[in-house]
């Protein structure tokens, strides 16, 4: 499985960004896929995942009510929608997937067996 992460960009606080994330391989083999985040100096952290069957659909409290994670999986397209962009958000941004189907959301890191290239986003204040 190969993952492109796109859509990422300078924008002021506030502005919103629409990251995109597109699948190709033995997709077959997807399940969970989540976007993570490194900061400059900052460990990789946790942003916000989607289910296989979008049962379920986690947030990092500092994005939630503000991002919104969806995912097509005819297209094999994931997309982050976030909003109310805060300088603190400025980060790498990387897709990732798991293999196998599973039914709550995942959010370590260690889990994912493939990563996408990482798309920078910038935010000024």
């Known amino acids: 499985v190969q993952l492109q992460a796109s859509g990422g960009g300078l924008v002021q606080a506030g502005d919103s960004l629409r990251l995109s994330c597109a699948a190709s391989?033995?997709?077959?083999?997807?399940?969970?896929v989540a976007w993570f985040r490194r900061a400059p100096g900052k460990e990789r952290e946790f942003v916000a995942g989607?289910?296989?069957?979008?049962?379920?659909?986690s947030y990092k409290d500092s994005v939630m009510g503000r991002s919104t994670i969806s995912r097509d999986n005819v297209k094999k397209i994931m997309i982050l929608q976030m909003n109310d962009l805060r300088p603190e958000d400025t980060a790498v941004y990387y897709c990732?997937?798991?293999?196998?189907?599973?039914?709550?959301?995942?959010?370590?890191?260690?889990?994912?067996?493939?990563w996408g290239q990482g798309t920078q986003v910038t935010v000024s204040s």
């Open positions: 391989g033995r997709t077959i083999q997807m399940g969970t």
């Open positions: 990732a997937a798991i293999r196998g189907i599973d039914s709550v959301v995942n959010e370590a890191a260690a889990a994912y067996s493939w």
């Open positions: 989607i289910t296989w069957s979008m049962s379920d659909k």
